[in-house]
Structure formats: structure tokens, C-alpha cells
């Protein structure tokens, strides 16, 4: 669909019920793309889509990846092949774990098996990542702040937004006040194609979460189009950014009440709290280690709880004495 003159949201299905929006801004002097999903996406649904409105894929200037994960990385080396003139870019501090799949799947997917008390990911489960994503050296990178040309009068920014990465970054056009917002904002669940939730909300870095959603909250938006999300317009844009900082508060709200029955794991937590928490499927629990691990250092650096480590090598936390 195109959300203005010249922005448009393409739909990527992957895995069995799953969809993941990129967007791609088509200018008279240059044109972004923005994100890839996973390796099918590409030949699947992106350049269907370009040929549909006539744009051909070698004009395409730049190729920005809002973030690390499978789901937006994932195509860089097709499309790459696709478009071999457009420029590679991410934001420096997700640099490493788009250009290397392995990387990604030890610094973000496995990392709660390092203290955590979370199994290792799966030999399974380690190759469906390496057989998604597909990844390419990056070409240039990026802070947030960056403007970019697309014709004489239009101009489009990547902003900043961290929380779900380090490094997050979400597309804003001032014309059509349209912002391609990637998971800068993750409300109460991630949707599946049928809108039905998927899985829990995974940001993980609190403080910087809270304040991209601020920094969200002040712009003049009027079209939020999130990856996983319907597009919101109007009021519904502060409404799902206010959604979205109220689960991360509710979230805490509940580690209070759970740290009153003692010392606890984050499993503990996970298994404890997870139906109170959403309705995604159950095998999917799991997942509520990022935004879990996020609250917990969050809270234990304010001094809300206290951080240990049991016999076993695995954090725990309490309430402070």
C-alpha cells in the first residue's frame, strides 16, 4: 500500500503465520528502502512489489536495516544482488550483529544462556537462523540525525529510537509526517498476519525504551507504520505509544509484587508472570526474557532490587536489605 505520495509499506510473510512491514520511499533524484526481512522476502514480496508500481530495483540509492533481527536483516544479500548500487547502512552500534548471522545469534538470541539460568539455543534452532539471514558487509553507517535527498523538495531523517537494539533506527518524513517506525515501539504484544498476538514485546534496554517513547510522543506524527503492527493515524499514534510505555511500567509494577515471595531466577519470573503478561502462545514465553532482564537492571540500578548470584552461577534478585 502506499501510506503517502512516494512512501510505501510492503507486507513480508515468513515463518507460518508471521508478517513483517518494510517500507520504501521513491523520490526523482533517490529512493530508500527500509529493512529487508528474512532471506525468501526479497524475491518473494519486495521485488514483486517494486515491479508492480514500475520502480525498478536499480535505482535504488540506499538499503537502511533499522535494526538487528532476523526478520528486517535477513534479505540483505539478495537484495543486495537485487540492487548492488544501493548503499548498506544500519546505525554503528548494531553494525556487528547485522553483518555477521553468528554474531547475531550470540549477542542477542542466546545471550540469556550466560547467567540467566536459559538454556543455549538449539543446533535447530541456531541453523533456522543462519538459513533466514543472509547477511552483507555494510556499506556505511549511521548515528541518527542523517537526512537524506530524495528529490528537490523531499527529504526523509533516520531518528534514533533505542531500546529494542542498541541501535535502532526508525525513518521519519516531515512531508507526509509518516514515520516507518520498525519496533522503536512494541505496545503490549507483536502481532501475527491475523493481527492475533505473537509474542511478548521485546525490548530490552528500559531507560532508553522509555525515552524513544517520549521522544515518539513529541513528534508530529500522523502515520505511525510500525513492522508488526496496523498503521496507526491521528490520535491512535500517541494512544499506541502510550500503550507501549504503560506495559513497560506494568511490567515493573509486578516484579515489585513478585520479589514479596523471595529471592527469584528470571525463569522463575518468566514462568510466574507470563499469562499475566499476554496472550501469545505459551511456547513463545521465552521471549519475555528481553523485556524481563530489561526491567530487572533497570530496577536494580534505581536500588529497587538487589542482584545476586546463587550456587548455581545464576542471578537472582531480591529486595534489598
Same mark, same amino acid.
Given at each position: 500500500?502506499?501510506?503517502?505520495?512516494?512512501?510505501?509499506?510492503?507486507?513480508?510473510?515468513? !515463518?507460518?503465520?508471521?508478517?513483517?512491514?518494510?517500507?520504501?520511499?521513491?523520490?526523482?533524484?533517490?529512493?530508500?528502502?527500509? !529493512?529487508?526481512?528474512?532471506?525468501?522476502?526479497?524475491?518473494?514480496?519486495?521485488?514483486?512489489?517494486?515491479?508492480?508500481?514500475?520502480?525498478?530495483?536499480? *535505482?535504488?540509492?540506499?538499503?537502511?536495516?533499522?535494526?538487528?533481527?532476523?526478520?528486517?536483516?535477513?534479505?540483505?544479500?539478495?537484495?543486495?544482488?537485487?540492487?548492488?548500487?544501493?548503499?548498506?547502512?544500519?546505525?554503528?552500534? !548494531?553494525?556487528?550483529?547485522?553483518?555477521?548471522?553468528?554474531?547475531?545469534?550470540?549477542?542477542?538470541?542466546?545471550?540469556?544462556?550466560?547467567?540467566?539460568?536459559?538454556?543455549?539455543?538449539?543446533?535447530?534452532?541456531?541453523?533456522?537462523?543462519?538459513?533466514?539471514?543472509?547477511?552483507?558487509?555494510?556499506?556505511?553507517?549511521?548515528?541518527?540525525?542523517? *537526512?537524506?535527498?530524495?528529490?528537490?523538495?523531499?527529504?526523509?531523517?533516520?531518528?534514533?529510537?533505542?531500546?529494542?537494539?542498541?541501535?535502532?533506527?526508525?525513518?521519519?518524513?516531515?512531508?507526509?509526517?509518516?514515520?516507518?517506525?520498525?519496533?522503536?515501539?512494541?505496545?503490549?504484544?507483536?502481532?501475527?498476519?491475523?493481527?492475533?498476538?505473537?509474542?511478548?514485546?521485546?525490548?530490552?534496554?528500559?531507560?532508553?525504551?522509555?525515552?524513544?517513547?517520549?521522544?515518539?510522543?513529541?513528534?508530529?506524527?500522523?502515520?505511525?507504520?510500525?513492522?508488526?503492527?496496523?498503521?496507526? *493515524?491521528?490520535?491512535?499514534?500517541?494512544?499506541?505509544? *502510550?500503550?507501549?510505555?504503560?506495559?513497560?511500567?506494568?511490567?515493573?509494577?509486578?516484579?515489585?509484587?513478585?520479589?514479596?515471595?523471595?529471592?527469584?531466577?528470571?525463569?522463575?519470573?518468566?514462568?510466574?508472570?507470563?499469562?499475566?503478561?499476554?496472550?501469545? !502462545?505459551?511456547?513463545?514465553?521465552?521471549?519475555?526474557?528481553?523485556?524481563?532482564?530489561?526491567?530487572?537492571?533497570?530496577?536494580?540500578?534505581?536500588?529497587?532490587?538487589?542482584?545476586?548470584?546463587?550456587?548455581?552461577?545464576?542471578?537472582?534478585?531480591?529486595?534489598?536489605?
Amino acid at each position: 500500500m502506499e501510506l503517502a505520495p512516494g512512501v510505501h509499506r510492503i507486507a513480508c510473510r515468513f !515463518d507460518v503465520n508471521r508478517i513483517s512491514f518494510v517500507h520504501l520511499f521513491v523520490g526523482t533524484q533517490a529512493s530508500m528502502l527500509v !529493512d529487508t526481512c528474512c532471506a525468501h522476502n526479497p524475491e518473494q514480496d519486495i521485488l514483486p512489489y517494486m515491479q508492480k508500481i514500475g520502480f525498478n530495483p536499480k *535505482r535504488l540509492t540506499y538499503i537502511l536495516i533499522s535494526h538487528s533481527d532476523l526478520d528486517h536483516q535477513g534479505g540483505n544479500a539478495p537484495m543486495k544482488q537485487a540492487a548492488p548500487q544501493a548503499i548498506l547502512m544500519c546505525h554503528n552500534l !548494531d553494525r556487528p550483529w547485522i553483518e555477521s548471522t553468528e554474531a547475531l545469534i550470540d549477542g542477542r538470541y542466546d545471550q540469556f544462556s550466560r547467567g540467566y539460568g536459559v538454556s543455549p539455543m538449539s543446533a535447530e534452532a541456531r541453523a533456522n537462523v543462519h538459513a533466514q539471514t543472509l547477511s552483507a558487509p555494510i556499506d556505511m553507517t549511521l548515528e541518527g540525525g542523517e *537526512r537524506f535527498r530524495l528529490s528537490d523538495d523531499w527529504w526523509i531523517e533516520a531518528i534514533h529510537t533505542p531500546g529494542h537494539t542498541w541501535g535502532h533506527l526508525a525513518v521519519y518524513d516531515p512531508r507526509s509526517k509518516v514515520m516507518a517506525a520498525g519496533e522503536a515501539a512494541l505496545w503490549n504484544a507483536i502481532l501475527d498476519a491475523d493481527w492475533k498476538p505473537a509474542l511478548p514485546p521485546t525490548y530490552c534496554y528500559v531507560e532508553t525504551y522509555l525515552q524513544t517513547l517520549e521522544q515518539l510522543m513529541e513528534m508530529p506524527i500522523e502515520q505511525y507504520s510500525g513492522a508488526h503492527w496496523e498503521v496507526r *493515524r491521528g490520535a491512535e499514534v500517541r494512544e499506541f505509544l *502510550r500503550e507501549s510505555r504503560d506495559y513497560c511500567l506494568r511490567v515493573e509494577e509486578m516484579l515489585l509484587e513478585f520479589v514479596k515471595h523471595g529471592a527469584f531466577t528470571l525463569p522463575e519470573a518468566i514462568h510466574a508472570l507470563a499469562r499475566n503478561l499476554g496472550s501469545w !502462545d505459551s511456547t513463545n514465553d521465552g521471549l519475555l526474557a528481553y523485556p524481563l532482564s530489561g526491567s530487572l537492571e533497570h530496577m536494580t540500578a534505581r536500588g529497587l532490587l538487589k542482584q545476586s548470584v546463587n550456587e548455581a552461577g545464576v542471578f537472582t534478585w531480591s529486595i534489598p536489605s
